[in-house]
């Protein structure tokens, strides 16, 4: 078992940028993927950015360009560094690591962008 908790979510002016951080309760290692989902009011959830052991990234046509995910298994924290922020953006981001038997979410982190 393992907990996920997401920090760095906020208010951004429309271009701007924002590092969300995700902490595990436990080594990441078992993590295989690993990544960022977002569900904005009355929309489906959707993928923003993985990454998968052992380093590959994908990440929504959306936001390719203007977004980075990374981890640091040394602290169990996965990263998603986004700029050039559109009010399109505005949503609960979530939090999601998966050991290939089993998934786990946090509890998610808000991000408005205003124009």
């Known amino acids: 078992q393992v907990q996920l908790v997401e920090s760095g979510g906020g208010l951004v002016q429309a271009g701007g940028s924002l590092r969300l951080s995700c902490a595990a309760s436990r080594s990441i290692l078992s993590l295989n993927a690993m990544g960022w989902y977002r569900q904005a009011p009355g929309k489906q959830r959707e993928m923003v950015a993985l990454i998968i052991s052992p380093g590959s990234t994908n990440y929504a046509d959306s936001m390719k360009g203007r977004c980075t995910i990374s981890r640091d298994n040394a602290k169990n924290t996965v990263y998603l560094q986004m700029r050039s922020l559109k009010p399109e953006d505005t949503a609960v981001y979530y939090c999601?690591?998966?050991?290939?038997?089993?998934?786990?979410w946090g509890q998610g982190t808000q991000v408005t962008v205003s124009s």
């Open positions: 999601y690591g998966g050991t290939g038997s089993f998934g786990y």
